[in-house]
């Protein structure tokens, strides 16, 4: 998977802050391509109103101390999404954004993605993927997530997010 570098941050429709915090150099992530991952999924998914998306790429303490205050689950985990639109089904729909969100900045905001550096470079060895397929394949989950998408509740709900998800990698493989 290539990054696609045709846009500059000039006309790039949708806002993606990254930042690595605590996070050892060897285990560093590529901030363009999750920046890119995020900008297309949003693209492919429809979303036609210019958001904004934070990731923090941290270390096994930061993704244990968030997985405990907001799941209160005292462990970490690869990825985990924070939605601040609520869609349903899930899905972008212009219709259901509270617009009122995007009327000081110009963007909406539609979440906070949270990436374990070390638990992705682990499950792409894992996996036998690339460490670059690896963040392209979370960061996809985590922005479907941020559209609504859920594999937690049924086995139909995971069905259609996975299928999205793969629909979704096959897609910015073309790039």
């Given amino acids: 998977m ?8 000039n006309n790039i429709k949708h806002r993606v802050f990254a930042r690595h915090s605590g996070v050892p150099v060897s285990d560093r992530l590529s901030i363009p391509l999750i920046k890119w991952c995020v900008r297309k999924t949003l693209e492919i998914e429809g979303v036609d ?16 101390e968030i997985n405990n205050e907001f799941r209160g689950k005292n462990e970490p985990t690869d990825v985990l ?7 349903s089904p899930p899905g972008w729909d ?9 009327l ?13 550096a070390g638990r992705v470079v682990s499950q792409a060895q894992e996996n036998m993927q690339t460490r670059e397929s690896e963040t392209a394949y979370l960061t996809v989950h985590s922005v479907l997530h941020l559209l609504g998408y859920d594999h937690m509740d049924e086995a ?20």
């Fill in 2 to 9: 290539k990054v696609g570098g045709e846009m500059s941050e």
């Fill in 49 to 64: 109103l210019p958001c904004e998306v934070s990731v923090l790429i941290t270390d096994d303490r930061g993704i244990r």
């Fill in 81 to 87: 999404s924070f939605p601040m639109q609520e869609f």
């Fill in 94 to 102: 212009a219709a259901q954004v509270h617009r009122q969100d995007e």
């Fill in 104 to 116: 000081e900045t110009g963007y909406l905001p539609i979440g906070d993605i949270v990436m374990y």
């Fill in 156 to 175: 139909e709900n995971k069905k259609k997010m996975r299928e999205r998800e793969k629909e979704i990698i096959m897609e910015l493989d073309k790039f």
